[in-house]
């Protein structure tokens, strides 16, 4: 059996990787069998991260956090969990092609799944003029019209960012009233750069190699027209990936794995969740990687306790 099993590979899962196998602790990390990496596969520039002042491509970021938990003895699994089990004091996943992993204590560290408009054209210009996160390339839109997709904070907040670069901002949103709070909404209404377009759906994404525009469809009258736009922001909900804990692990009100105050701790003991798929708020890079380090140091806490019980209770006999 082994101490620690980590399931997921973005920040949270490799930085937790890190943090336990630096501690002896052997973590084995169950990276998925698709894409190693998470999130940051699909980005280019990140120019937020810490330590880079000239930047660092995604795939790199992620590579380098990788072979840093392996220099200490993480094992990653090149495998997709398909089932937990969590109730009891051995942890197992089960993986795709049948293994099981046993453990002592687990971390969680799934993340979460931007939603997508599953328009044509989406796919294709993805990193080309479509993307998820203002913060991340908001950067290249200087002096361009871009387009946010949604109604809620996070088109709002996306949008108002975006106007630091863009000279227009075009906010698509599919009802005549938006979802975001009033002080969002309010700070939206008041900038000069932003122009509401209601009642609108986004049916195809248009251009070749790079974003031109998109086809809208007036949910009102039915009618279609092209608005001509560099980029696409789609700011329409994210979703914690919580599947495979569903029925075992609380969840909060915003889907999220429940946890206890500031530490990973879910409501089952040794099972510990980090990143993305505890946090419906900030939902970084850096932020992953500190809740993936809180994730090892509670694991750590967890698996020592449990090291000492028998001889405490030798002990106390
Ligand atoms: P959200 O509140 O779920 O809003 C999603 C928006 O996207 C809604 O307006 C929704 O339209 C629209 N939408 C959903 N699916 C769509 C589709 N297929 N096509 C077109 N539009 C679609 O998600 P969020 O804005 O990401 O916010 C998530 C949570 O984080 C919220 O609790 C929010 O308050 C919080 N948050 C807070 C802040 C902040 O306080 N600074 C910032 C960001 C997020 P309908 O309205 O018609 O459903």
Redesign the pocket.
């Known amino acids: 059996m082994h101490q620690l099993i980590i399931i997921g590979s973005g920040p949270a899962g490799f930085t937790a990787a890190i943090y336990a196998a630096r501690a002896g602790l052997e973590p084995q990390l169950v990276a998925s069998s698709v894409q190693v990496g998470g999130e940051l596969m699909n980005t280019t520039d990140v120019e937020n991260f810490p330590g880079f002042p000239e930047g660092i491509q995604g795939p790199d970021l992620m590579t380098k956090m990788q072979e840093q938990a392996e220099r200490f003895g993480t094992t990653v699994i090149y495998d997709d969990v398909t089932e937990l089990e969590l109730s009891g004091p051995v942890k197992r996943a089960t993986l795709s092609d049948g293994t099981v992993l046993e453990a002592q204590a687990l971390i969680y560290a799934t993340g979460s799944a931007y939603?997508k408009?599953?328009v044509p054209g989406e796919e294709k210009l993805t990193g080309h003029g479509v993307s998820w996160c203002a913060t991340c390339d908001g950067f290249f839109f200087r002096e361009r019209a871009i387009a946010v997709?949604?109604?809620?904070?996070?088109?709002m907040?996306e949008a108002t960012f975006l106007t630091r670069f863009a000279d227009k901002v075009y906010v698509i949103?599919?009802?005549d009233s938006?979802?975001?709070?009033k002080i969002?909404q309010d700070r939206a209404f008041a900038n000069d750069k932003i122009e509401f377009i209601w009642n609108a759906?986004?049916t195809e994404i248009l251009g070749d190699a790079e974003v031109s525009g998109v086809r809208l469809l007036d949910t009102v009258d039915g009618s279609e027209r092209d608005l001509s736009v560099e980029g696409v922001f789609i700011?329409?909900?994210?979703d914690p990936r919580t599947h495979l804990v569903h029925g075992q692990l609380d969840l909060t009100d915003?889907g999220t794995i429940w946890v206890d105050g500031r530490s990973s701790r879910t409501s089952i003991e040794g099972v510990f969740a980090a990143g993305d798929v505890i946090d419906?708020?900030y939902r970084q890079a850096v932020t992953a990687a500190g809740s993936g380090t809180a994730a090892a140091l509670d694991a750590e806490h967890f698996l020592a306790a449990a090291a000492d019980a028998p001889a405490l209770a030798t002990a106390a006999d």
């Open positions: 939603r408009l599953d997709v949604g109604g809620g904070d996070s088109a907040e949103h599919r009802r938006l979802r975001a709070s969002m759906e986004v700011a329409i909900g994210n915003e419906p708020h």
